[in-house]
């Protein structure tokens, strides 16, 4: 059932005897099955810090048998390495090494490696090293000796035979075509030995597959973000009727939505899948609502994407961490990948020195899978400043819409105001003179008007009034400074810019 080309690459590498092959993989079990598979002839020697030391054989028949004919306690990653190499102890055989990626921080170990390897390339030693993984770390030392390995993720067919092998295995009956698909696309991006545990998991609790075997699957994907830690897992609790004003971006998502949820059917109309969108603007005035909003909306997870974590210090670490990111996104896809100061991340592009060089990479990554993706991630990237960004970002094929928003009309700051008194003191927005608020706001940004009504009811709270009052807010307003007074002349300067790149403006007109 695996990939014929992932094992076949393995097994390509092993003939040509490179020294090293890392394989990156959340799954070092199912990598481990393979190897043995793949070297059927070889004595396979493991290192893990948790088991240590051990040898392990593959016996006849396609059965693995497997021995810890020699396990050694306290016996280090080094020791394995001195012994290994001087005695020959490693000669003509493999060793793989999990979690590889902390141990390559040590000078000393990386070291011996790279002797080893030496040996390796001048014939007296014949060692296959393989590193298993799901961070990847190549030390500067270490690259020219080792060649990159990536898992390829089951597609849909391959998914379904395994739930078709297993309904067998377990003389279930055949599910409904419906709920078939349904289970299928939800296992997209879980390795064969997930999908095989969560149907033990919900066969044995349950004595069936149905629905609910569904949410196990979801649960287990959280866990595959959580562990993995390149995208955080947002709680959305906010929605569409949580925003004021903003209504062309709002009905555009909206629209979009509709394609979203009713994918198969779009798709076979001929309509393209969503790409995503781009909103740009005026710091506090909604943009992070919309991510939220939209992934809500859209009845999926929302994940965010860190720039700033995807940033590594090793060779090829960050490339390998926005493939990740992506592999993973599309992995719990149907979901929202937010892309969170859009500016910040791809700064420096086209600079010289080392950092400019990886951002500029990690930007083209970025945009090929923007322009070639055929997976349901909605890419939501809002931005303050739009000058830093690089323009083929702002192409079409890219996104497919580029909104831009801007400090709240009277009408919006209308609406903001009753959302934020209403969230918070329902009983008191009719009592409350809105206009008169909205009139002493122009300038301010929506978190503005949240800090003023979240200002003002404390004060009538800590003044032990029964309500709250417009001269609360009021009082809230005077010793409040609105954003278009810290930075009126980057607000101009902006608006200028978006009108000449003819973006679309999120709100209406008055
Ligand atoms: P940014 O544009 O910087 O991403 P956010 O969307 O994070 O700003 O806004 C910060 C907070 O300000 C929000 O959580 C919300 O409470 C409030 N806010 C901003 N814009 C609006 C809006 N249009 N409607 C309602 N609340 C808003």
């Known amino acids: 059932m695996e990939k014929i080309t992932f094992e076949k690459k393995l097994r390509d590498y092993i003939d040509a005897k490179v020294p090293i092959i890392y394989i990156e993989s959340f799954d070092d079990n199912k990598i481990e099955k393979m190897v043995l598979n793949v070297v059927a002839r070889r004595t396979v020697l493991e290192w893990n810090e948790m088991d240590g030391y051990f040898v392990r054989k593959r016996v006849e028949e396609g059965k693995e048998i497997i021995m810890h004919e020699e396990v050694r306690e306290d016996y280090g990653l080094q020791d394995v390495l001195k012994t290994g190499v001087y005695e020959k102890e490693l000669n003509r055989r493999v060793l793989i090494v999990k979690d590889v990626h902390s141990y390559l921080e040590d000078p000393k170990t990386v070291a011996m490696f790279k002797n080893a390897c030496l040996k390796i390339e001048d014939g007296s030693l014949d060692t296959t090293f393989i590193f298993i993984s799901e961070i990847v770390k190549v030390p500067r ?52 030995l997930e999908i095989e545990t969560i149907l033990a998991l919900a066969f044995s609790s349950k004595g069936e597959i149905d629905r609910e075997t569904i949410d196990l699957i979801i649960e287990q994907k959280q866990q595959m973000i959580q562990k993995a830690g390149i995208l955080e897992m947002v709680p959305i609790k906010e929605s569409m009727e949580d925003i004021g004003g903003l209504e062309n971006l709002k009905e555009w998502i909206q629209k979009k939505s509709k394609i979203l949820k009713n994918m198969t059917k779009a798709e076979e109309y001929g309509v393209e899948l969503p790409k995503g969108v781009l909103i740009a603007g005026v710091p506090g005035c909604g943009k992070s609502l919309n991510a939220k909003a939209s992934a809500k909306l859209l009845e999926v997870p929302l994940l965010k994407l860190d720039m700033g974590r995807l940033m590594g210090k090793y060779v090829g670490e960050s490339e390998s961490n926005m493939r990740r990111a992506i592999a993973l996104a599309e992995a719990i896809s149907p979901c929202v990948l937010w892309v969170d100061e859009l500016e910040k991340a791809f700064a420096g592009i086209g600079g010289d020195g080392g950092g400019a060089e990886v951002t500029t990479r990690l930007f083209g990554q970025f945009l090929t899978w923007m322009q070639e993706k055929k997976s349901a991630v909605f890419v939501v990237a809002t931005a303050n400043n739009i000058m830093k960004l690089p323009p083929e970002l702002m192409r079409k094929g890219r996104f497919d819409e580029i909104f831009y928003v801007n400090l709240p009309s009277e009408r919006e700051r209308k609406t903001i105001f009753e959302i934020h008194i209403k969230k918070r003191r329902p009983n008191d927005l009719k009592n409350i003179d809105i206009d008169k608020l909205v009139g002493k706001t122009k300038g301010y940004s929506g978190a503005d008007i949240e800090g003023i009504v979240k200002e003002g009811i404390e004060s009538a709270f800590v003044k032990e009034k029964q309500s709250v009052t417009t001269e609360d807010i009021l009082e809230a307003i005077e010793a409040t400074h609105s954003l278009s007074e810290i930075m009126k002349e980057e607000i101009d300067k902006l608006e200028k810019e978006y009108k000449n790149r003819k973006f679309k403006n999120a709100s209406k007109g008055e």
């Open 141 to 192: 030392e270490l690259e020219k000796y080792m060649t990159l390995l990536q898992e390829d993720f089951l597609d849909n067919d391959e998914i379904r035979q395994v739930i078709v092998e297993f309904l067998q295995s377990y003389s279930v009956g055949h599910l409904h075509e419906d709920l078939l698909e349904e289970i299928v696309i939800a296992f997209k991006g879980l390795s064969q």
